[in-house]
């Protein structure tokens, strides 16, 4: 985690310029011949994409990188409806299907990038639990999940306490965020009791503890899948993804917790 936090200095210090919110600007002055290339990135990347696109640009410092960051239905929705998008990357290979099977992404530019797991996270001063079935054992006023109705963390987590008999007990305690950092976010303000998460959310939280894991069994396989979507007339579009596998930008997201697939699939 250090390592990583010294990529974020340094992201900082080259890019001063950066804009971080749901649209981030690439840091760097415009260059002469200067591209804009328009990303859309699930929500839980928006700690980790920001050093990546910086070290991307150390290499093409021509390139103006605009990122949007929200539930990965959400984005979808919005190519669905003639977005202007060059690159989605989703936390959800369902999402990615999606468009695929609308042939709004172009044939052979996807690649599986990172996968992730989910965990249940309280404020730092709650005990850990022995295992996460102890949920249904424990008090709980309320349970943050992203919304499990359409964003992929929710639906993960909803599928991952049905596995364990849990949902029923639980469902009426639960509140459904925006996304997933609006989840966790509930739970660092104290506004929830706990909070089912990413464990790349987790690990950058403020106050807030892993109060315990999810067996892989019980949970789905959480991959993030990137793509080149198929109205995208940037010329740096295929460039960028080939820097996201690369072996650079795979040392940055593994720093952050992701782990690191980056095997092409499909488009």
């Not at 599986?112 to 309280?122: A, P």
């Amino acid at each position: 985690m250090s390592s990583f936090l010294s990529k974020i200095n340094m992201c900082k210090s080259r890019a001063a310029g950066l804009l971080l919110g749901s649209a981030l600007l690439g840091g760097c002055a415009q260059q002469p011949g200067a591209s804009t290339l328009t990303v859309y990135a699930a929500a839980s990347l928006s700690n980790v994409l920001p050093v990546i696109i910086a070290e991307f640009r150390t290499e093409w410092p021509q390139v103006e990188i605009k990122v949007s960051y929200a539930a990965s239905s959400i984005l979808a929705k919005q190519i669905e409806r003639g977005a202007t998008a060059d690159i989605y990357i989703s936390a959800s290979s369902d999402w990615m299907d999606q468009l695929s099977e609308q042939k709004l992404i172009k044939a052979g530019s996807r690649n599986e990038l990172l996968q992730n797991e989910l965990v249940l996270v309280t404020s730092a001063g709650t005990p850990a639990l022995e295992t996460a079935s102890d949920l249904a054992n424990v008090p709980i006023r309320i349970l943050a999940l992203a919304d499990w109705r359409h964003v992929p963390a929710g639906i993960y987590a909803k599928q991952t306490l049905e596995k364990m008999g849990l949902w029923a007990a639980l469902a009426p305690k639960c509140i459904a965020a925006l996304d997933v950092r609006a989840a966790l976010a509930y739970v660092e303000r104290g506004e929830a009791d706990y909070g089912i998460v990413y464990r790349t959310d987790a690990a950058i939280a403020n106050g807030v503890r892993i109060a315990a894991s999810f067996p892989g069994d019980m949970q789905p396989r959480i991959v993030y899948p990137v793509a080149q979507v198929i109205s995208s007339g940037s010329p740096y579009a295929a460039q960028f993804i080939r820097f996201l596998i690369s072996e650079a930008a795979s040392g940055i997201f593994a720093g952050s917790g992701f782990q690191v697939l980056a095997k092409r699939s499909p488009g």
